[in-house]
Nanobody, 122 residues
Framework: QVQLVESGGGLVQAGGSLRLSCAAA?????????MGWYRQAPGKQRELVAS???????NYADSVKGRFTISLDNPKNMVYLQMNSLKPEDTAVYYC???????????????WGQGTQVTVSS
């Protein structure tokens, strides 16, 4: 299995910035295909915020384009989300996601972090 640990959430005013970090670790050798950030607000479904593949292909939700930037540190198996110009509607629990295979298996599994709270006040 792969464990994901997020950090960097908090409370900020509208227009402020936060930087989220996620570290992937395992007791065995593993390979990351892609990592991303999802968020879920109360009463809403979990939605993709941004994702990035090992090869550098990036996908953003329309609502965050131009404000958020995702980056991947392949050697460290870490993904970051720089969030600028934050809005109250960005308030949610943000979850780190990784698509990874363990050992020599070709099977790719999804792994999730515990989530970190981001609250943006008006």
């Amino acid at each position: 299995q792969v464990q994901l640990v997020e950090s960097g959430g908090g409370l900020v005013q509208a227009g402020g910035s936060l930087r989220l970090s996620c570290a992937a670790a395992s007791g065995r050798i593993f390979s990351i295909n892609a990592m991303g950030w999802y968020r879920q607000a109360p009463g809403k479904q979990r939605e993709l915020v941004a994702s990035i593949t090992r090869g550098g292909r990036i996908n953003y939700a329309d609502s965050v384009k131009g404000r958020f930037t995702i980056s991947l540190d392949n050697p460290k198996n870490m993904v970051y989300l720089q969030m600028n110009s934050l809005k109250p509607e960005d308030t949610a629990v943000y979850y780190c996601n990784a698509e990874a295979s363990i050992g020599a298996t070709k099977i790719v599994m999804d792994y999730w972090g515990q989530g970190t709270q981001v609250t943006v006040s008006s």
